[in-house]
């Protein structure tokens, strides 16, 4: 469709006369264009010159699509030779200036429309020069190895990245452009790099040159070389070596920020991309990076200082750019939370602010309603600063100074009443400083809470400015303004020493402090949230020390989303190693485990899960991390000997990981079977027979689960229960493991059997697994063998175990291990593949062992002792001792198992267990001194 069929606004003259003129340059032009010409003649003297300058060419462009008018521009600048390049582009700027001008003015395109054509142009005079310069050098032969056609194709392995609006796509009226020039010195040999260097800086310097100088035919874009490395030593193109060197020891903050929109815009675009991706680190930190907040406040204020852009909203030549309320406010309102969020969530990496904008309201990191309004007023800025511009093309972005300056502006914009135009504007721009405020406003106050410090506070705080994360200025200064309301908090407490003594621990285990502590500044609720575990959970709280990173996932969208279960934590995990290293990899999934890790003891603390839902997420994160951990450890081992030989490994979860049990600080217990069947060795470059691959996949796993990195360990791995126990291969054939269960194996390893899973490896694989668990426990069903061996079992364990107690739930008489034992052992006897505890028990009564009441007996108390086990493995890593938890965990381990305080809990406690003696007696036998072996 044509222009004129699509108008839907156009600008009011401010002077008739010049609109009439410019009217007249174009005879014949349809009547609905002719308001549209009118105004922007007769209110902008630049486009109101450029029609009669081209008049000819906008006449027959204004027959088509404007969209072809671009791509005929487009196509012409490719076309360009050396002699024509300089007038040649000059003459495509100004056409697509008055182009995209009626397009924009007449409403037929949007903001982002108009921001991308432009973008487009200046790509494709961008993509002549560099042609036309570069293609120069090679055939002076100047780059060695390089040949013209090597110049024209892509650049001769010279790169420009686009960098700010024009990176983004979103070019200005009359911006000018933002580039970074680079080479790929990887392209040249040694001896030739420094040559090739040398015939690149000439090639750049033309290049700047061609488009940004003022002839006779005016100017292309106005160029800026200056966002390169260090811009006031380097030359303006250097080696990408050189570049990446730069950024990895001295790249700064604002450079990060300007490497979000960064983009290869002409000659080799390839090497461009390679280059970006090297700075994916540099630009998007994995950890939320809440210190970038205060930089992007210093960086705005000095910006303000330099301007002169402080006080009251005047709008005689405001800077609608950096002025307070301004474009540059947005900008930085959406790119500080990129650069906060986006190296945990690549969704949020968008150059455009209008997308980063709808990005940052999909993942909760600003409210729908906010991202939509200064969407809105984001638009109504830009067309202001483009109408700004437009006028006299001046690089500017102040609104005018003087009465008659706002009717032309007004007019322009298509608005007749002065006044209403003016008002609507400074409501536009009181608008977006009022949005954006909260992120450029001063933190809280560092004064002194009004608290009574007890003496043995005072000592703890004494100690303070001697640990790490208080040894940095800047840590200190975030710091101090921090500790009025993390004191406010801990006095809340129920005993405000113990509370601010578990937040000594935390304080003391930091090896650093400033980021952390910006994300306290940046997100007052995870002070709650630190208040809360530092008064009620000492071992979790500790467990934060060593890994800070984890409170990053408190403020990542999923954290409070509904579970994803095992197969969706898998997928996830698989998602984020792909096409990373090895050593990557294991980095990675420590620290995503840990993430999901402290969600599930965060989500149990503060009662939005149960002790069983606790279990079951503990089950599904570690099912997940080895289903994910598996196959690359099998890939790292084909890499050396080729393909796993047969059908695969799999391997099998036993104890708390078969049974769906596990707790925050559960072990692997796990064994590896492979099926290697007819075949005799692997295919690789250093062929392995079955046994010796998976027994070296076996060990890799082991590292890959238990080794600690930088970034700490998963699990620890226990792989005892394996056939023949360490006295057995690490790895065990599937025939090997059937022959071994029915022939060989103790009645206690038949028993652990019971509760036995598998968590990874093909399918078919785990089904003939799961075939064989399953008859070798219909074989083994035997009731007098089993509970006879049981017996003797209880009291072995009786002899090697700690005693129990009312806390030490999993010991002793009457004790979880006790109530487990009994459930495998009737499970065996009746031959039934039960895993969980409740079914395996209720076998007792089919038995004869117990009647129905014995059963729900100790069911029950195998409820509640899990739920006490489970909470308490969340409280500490040491044996749970109710005086060192403190009132805060005793209160939680009381709400966990349903009594109304800690004295409840332990008379239910100590019921409980000799309920559970009775009935383990009644099946067993009491325990006395001569049963014990």
Not at 128 to 156: I, M, N, S, Y
Not at 355 to 376: C, D, F, K, R, Y
Not at 857 to 877: D, I, K, Y
Request: contains cysteine; charged residues 25%; proline residues 5%.
């Amino acid at each position: 469709m044509s222009l004129a069929s699509r108008l839907t606004r156009h600008p009011i003259p401010h002077s008739p006369e010049r609109g009439a003129e410019a009217l007249s340059q174009l005879p014949g032009l349809a009547p609905e264009l002719c308001p549209l010409i009118e105004g922007m003649g007769g209110s902008s003297p630049y486009l109101g010159g450029l029609i009669a300058r081209e008049a000819d060419w906008l006449t027959e462009a204004l027959a088509g699509e404007p969209e072809a008018a671009v791509a005929a521009l487009i196509a012409e600048a490719g076309a360009l030779g050396p002699a024509e390049i300089d007038t040649g582009l000059r003459r495509i700027k100004r056409r697509a200036a008055l182009i995209v001008a009626l397009a924009d003015l007449g409403g037929v395109w949007p903001l982002a429309t108009v921001t991308q054509h432009w973008t487009d142009i200046a790509d494709a005079c961008l993509c002549a020069a560099l042609r036309v310069h570069v293609g120069a050098e090679a055939r002076r032969g100047k780059l060695p190895g390089q040949t013209e056609e090597d110049g024209a194709r892509d650049g001769a392995g010279m790169v420009v990245l686009a960098m700010g609006k024009m990176g983004a796509g979103e070019l200005n009226y009359s911006s000018d452009i933002d580039l970074i020039c680079l080479f790929d010195d990887d392209r040249f040999d040694g001896s030739d790099v420094m040559e090739a260097r040398a015939a690149f800086i000439r090639a750049t310097r033309r290049i700047a040159a061609t488009l940004g100088d003022t002839t006779a035919e005016g100017y292309v874009f106005r160029t800026d070389l200056r966002l390169r490395p260090d811009a006031s030593v380097t030359p303006v193109c250097i080696s990408m070596t050189a570049a990446e060197r730069y950024y990895e020891a001295e790249g700064r903050s604002w450079e990060r920020s300007a490497y979000i929109k960064a983009r290869p815009a002409a000659g080799d675009l390839a090497a461009g991309g390679r280059f970006l991706e090297t700075l994916k680190p540099f630009v998007w930190r994995r950890h939320l990076d809440f210190a970038m907040v205060q930089d992007t406040m210093d960086m705005r204020q000095k910006i303000r200082d330099h301007k002169g852009l402080h006080g009251n909203l005047k709008l005689e030549g405001h800077n609608m750019k950096l002025g307070a309320g301004g474009i540059r406010e947005i900008e930085f309102f959406a790119q500080t939370r990129q650069l906060v969020a986006g190296g945990r969530d690549p969704s949020l990496r968008s150059r455009r602010t209008v997308e980063a904008l709808a990005a940052l309201s999909e993942a909760g990191w600003i409210p729908a309603e906010v991202a939509g309004e200064l969407t809105e007023l984001y638009a109504h800025h830009r067309e202001i600063e483009h109408r700004v511009q437009m006028i006299d093309d001046a690089q500017t972005h102040d609104l005018p100074k003087s009465s008659q300056g706002f009717d032309r502006l007004a007019r322009l914009c298509g608005e007749a009443d002065t006044d209403r135009f003016r008002e609507g504007l400074a409501t536009r721009i009181r608008r977006v400083e009022h949005l954006t405020g909260d992120l450029f406003q001063p933190t809280r106050g560092g004064s002194k809470p009004s608290l009574e410090i007890s003496e043995a506070e005072a000592e703890i705080m004494a100690r303070w400015p001697s640990y790490p994360a208080l040894r940095s200025e800047r840590g200190r200064l975030i710091f101090e303004r921090l500790k009025p309301e993390l004191l406010r908090r801990f006095h809340t407490a129920a005993k405000p020493e113990e509370a601010l003594s578990n937040f000594d621990s935390f304080l003391k285990g930091l090896p650093a402090g400033v980021q952390l502590f910006s994300l306290f500044d940046a997100n007052p609720p995870l002070v709650d949230l630190l208040a809360d575990i530092c008064a009620t959970a000492p071992g979790l709280s500790r467990y934060l020390s060593r890994h800070s990173g984890v409170l990053d996932a408190v403020l990542d969208g999923r954290f409070f989303a509904p579970w994803p279960g095992a197969a969706g934590l898998r997928d996830d995990l698989s998602g984020l190693l792909s096409g990373r290293d090895y050593e990557a990899q294991l980095d990675m999934a420590r620290r995503w485990q840990k993430d999901w890790h402290f969600r599930i003891g965060v989500h149990q603390l503060r009662a939005l899960i149960g002790p069983e839902e606790a279990a079951a997420q503990y089950t599904d994160l570690a099912d997940a991390v080895i289903g994910a951990l598996w196959p690359l450890v099998c890939d790292d081992i084909a890499r050396r000997h080729g393909p796993p030989p047969g059908v695969g490994g799999a391997v099998l979860g036993m104890g708390s990981l078969g049974s769906g049990r596990m707790s925050a600080g559960s072990d692997l217990d796990l064994i590896v079977i492979y099926d290697a069947a007819g075949v005799e060795m692997s295919e690789g470059r250093r062929p392995l027979d079955p046994r010796g691959w998976y027994a070296k996949a076996t060990k890799s796993l082991i590292t890959a689960l238990s080794a600690p990195t930088a970034a700490g360990k998963l699990y620890e791995v226990d792989m005892r229960l394996r056939p023949s126990g360490r006295q057995g291969p690490v790895a065990t054939s599937v025939t090997g493991f059937a022959s071994y269960q029915r022939d060989e194996a103790w009645t206690w390893e038949h028993m652990a059997l019971t509760r036995a899973r598998v968590v990874a490896g093909p399918a078919s694989l785990a089904a003939e697994i799961e075939s064989i668990r399953s008859a070798v426990i219909a074989e083994k069903a035997a009731p007098d063998h089993v509970r006879a061996e049981a017996a003797t079992m209880r009291a072995r364990l009786a002899a090697a175990g700690r005693a129990g107690s009312t806390f030490a739930v999993k010991e002793g008489p009457g004790g979880l291990q006790e109530i487990e034992l009994l459930g495998q052992a009737a499970a065996l006897a009746a031959g039934v593949p039960h895993r969980v505890s409740a079914a395996q028990l209720a076998e007792a009564e089919r038995l004869g062992w117990l009647d129905g009441r014995g059963v729900a007996v100790l069911q029950s108390a195998h409820a509640l002792f899990n739920r006490v086990q489970g909470a308490a493995r969340l409280l500490t890593e040491e044996r749970l001792d109710p005086d060192a938890i403190g009132t805060g965990g005793q209160a939680f381990l009381a709400r966990i198992a349903g009594a109304a305080d800690e004295g409840e809990l332990a008379t239910s406690l100590d019921k409980a267990r000799m309920d559970a003696l009775c009935c383990i007696d009644a099946v067993f036998g009491s325990v006395t001194e001569q049963d014990i072996p």
